[in-house]
């Protein structure tokens, strides 16, 4: 497997791990109940699997949209920071809009924004030019070696 597979597996997994350990905090430590209700549907709560789903899957789907853009855009960092961040706000229209309470609403968007920043920063790391800028900055012993008999 590629460093960089291997990295974006791992990506996936802290964005699932921070998923769990995000709804634990809020619903078992503080204990909320995160109950949201959609239009024309009962209320419900949020389980633990569906937490990890959701989170397992955003960041799939952004590993996806960052390999489209390592090969169809100049600056795929700069993208894709943008608009991952840019879904992450508008994710966090959920929680404020279904949320059954205000405890419910508040730990939701935490949980948004923990498992956000760890899928975003997570994937960040592992694109194309932040993996140049770090190649460009290696000097192999042998290229010091040619440098040094011409």
């Not at 569906?50 to 789907?61: F, H, L, R």
């Not at 809009?97 to 790391?125: C, Q």
């Amino acid at each position: 497997m590629s460093p960089v597979r291997r990295n974006r597996h791992i990506a996936v997994a802290a964005t699932v791990a921070t998923a769990a350990a995000s709804w634990a905090v809020a619903t078992q430590a503080a204990g909320v109940t995160l109950g949201v209700k959609f239009p024309h549907a009962a209320a419900s709560t949020v389980a633990l699997g569906p937490t990890i789903g959701a989170a397992a899957s955003a960041t799939v789907a952004g590993w996806v949209a960052m390999s489209v853009l390592e090969t169809r855009v100049a600056n795929p960092l700069r993208t894709w920071v943008t608009i991952a961040t840019a879904v992450l706000v508008a994710s966090l229209a959920l929680p404020i809009s279904f949320a059954t309470s205000a405890s419910a609403a508040v730990s939701l968007i935490a949980i948004h924004l923990a498992v956000g920043a760890v899928a975003i920063t997570g994937l960040a790391r592992t694109t194309a030019s932040h993996r140049i800028r770090d190649d460009a900055s290696y000097t192999s012993p042998a290229s010091i070696g040619a440098r040094t008999a011409a």
